[in-house]
């Protein structure tokens, strides 16, 4: 059976008993490096990072008067939060959803936030 057939069974064993979830994060984590961007958990603080995932939420933060979209993005190894000041709505953004932002990795509460992102809706 040679090399190659040990690694069939090995991943198909694998694909069999693994958790679902976890079988996205691989397949999400593969699109990402796939497209030319970059994994979360190698995203620093004050880098300019292109990400690719799928939004796990999307919530409507309303801070005193100026609201803000939250979405977390999800790229199978960590997530970033992606927040637009001022914005109560972006059409495609939504809830299972994979985009492509693009900006400057910040760090709220011990978690890495891209501010108003640029972004692409991605067809899958």
């Known amino acids: 059976m040679g090399s190659n057939g040990g690694g069939y ?6 694909r069999l008993t693994s958790d679902v979830e976890e079988l996205d994060a691989d397949d999400l984590s ?6 030319g961007a970059q994994r979360a958990c190698d995203c620093q ?4 990072v292109t990400v690719l995932g799928q939004l796990r939420s999307v919530e409507l933060c309303p801070r005193d008067a100026a609201a803000t ?11 970033v939060m992606l927040v637009w000041l001022g914005r109560r ?3 495609g953004i939504e809830p299972g959803r994979t985009i492509k ?4 990795i910040a ?4 978690r890495k936030v891209l501010y108003n992102p640029y972004y692409e809706l991605q067809t899958t």
């Open 107 to 110: 760090e709220r509460d011990g």
């Open 30 to 35: 593969r699109k990402v490096m796939a497209v």
């Open 45 to 48: 603080s004050g880098q300019e």
């Open 9 to 14: 069974w090995r991943r198909l064993v694998r």
């Open 101 to 104: 932002a693009r900006g400057r």
């Open 69 to 79: 979209l939250e979405a977390e993005l999800f790229d199978g190894t960590e997530g």
């Open 89 to 91: 709505r972006i059409p």
